[in-house]
């Protein structure tokens, strides 16, 4: 897949945001949800292809949270919090749900760097 507002190296930085490795989410894992995320963070941002510098950064860095975020809820059904079974018990450190309610916080901090939210007054003073 070659994403529209994402470099080549897509894949790594969204685990690495993430603290997986590519053994536990797969390239076609993240390919599966990437053009949905990208499509509609390009609907907020209709200028992403000519942006630049800092905005560039801030967008790229947002669109991997986006995905890192739509991805959480994949790895909580294939890593759940505690395991027991008949040789031990498993727990894994991460809080998937937390997890994903920071990394939206994450994207939608930075896509408001890119272009600062619109702000509609509800009335006029004549």
Known sequence: MTPRVLASDYAARIRARLGVTDSHLTTAEIDEQLPEIEAVVIEKITDYATQTGDPKIYLDSAVV???????????????????Q??????????DWDKEMERLDQEANRLLSKVKAPTVTPHFQVL
């Open 85 to 94: 079974g008949p040789s031990g018990t498993f727990e894994t450190p991460i």
């Open 65 to 83: 949270c986006k995905a890192a975020s739509a991805l959480c809820p994949l790895l909580k059904k294939k890593y759940p919090i505690r395991e």
